[in-house]
């Protein structure tokens, strides 16, 4: 079945842009251009998933997203500024499922959906959720269940993006092995976006910086300078 898309940003250069080629992508595409007119028409006729920009004027995405988790488990992403981890922040603690910086690639987004839906279609009926791929993961106070997109440290919850997941994920799945940064790379994003050092290092940042705030104690993210990174579960 074709997934249909809302896109959401009071910007219609990203709101046609993006439409035209997600649509060329194989996906239905519905656009709005602020976040009442969203709001009134995803909670009438959801859609599959949906991509807001956090600033709009009239109601911003973060509101937007408010509102709609009072009704709905729709999946979000969230466009947000470069950069702005408080975006970020926000995004994520209001429910977004992940969230991708501004200037982005349409291939990126994309590629994000996909991911993201793929892991609803496991949560389904009938999915794949008994697979072993998507069995659940525990390697010493960490648990990662990818059939619902959980995971905790020592029972306490951390909200993490697709990407962080699949990162962390990739690390966990052989505790002591070394994975070098191309490696995170190809587990995280498919094969025709590029990113680069940078982009892993700044998601493993971020990932010890979740954990840390539930166990300022977190070490199990080891950096292997000019090789890459490995889990301990020590």
Known sequence: ???????????RNILTSLSVYLQAEGFLTRVYSDGETALKALTADPPDLAVFDIKMPRLDGLELLRRLREKSRLPVIFLTSKDDELDE?????????????????????????????????????????????AAPLARGRLTMDPARHRTTWGGEPVTLTVTEFLILETLAQRPGIVRTRNQLMDAAYSDDIYVDDRTIDSHIKRLRRKFRAVDPRFDAIETLYGAGYRFSDE
């Open 1 to 11: 079945m074709t997934a249909t898309v809302a896109l959401v940003d009071d910007d």
């Open 89 to 133: 922040a926000q995004g994520l603690a209001a429910g977004a499922d992940d969230y991708i910086a501004k200037p982005f690639s349409p291939r990126l987004v994309a590629a994000r959906i996909r991911a993201i839906l793929r892991r609803v279609e496991l949560t389904q009926p009938g999915g794949e959720a008994h697979a072993d791929a």
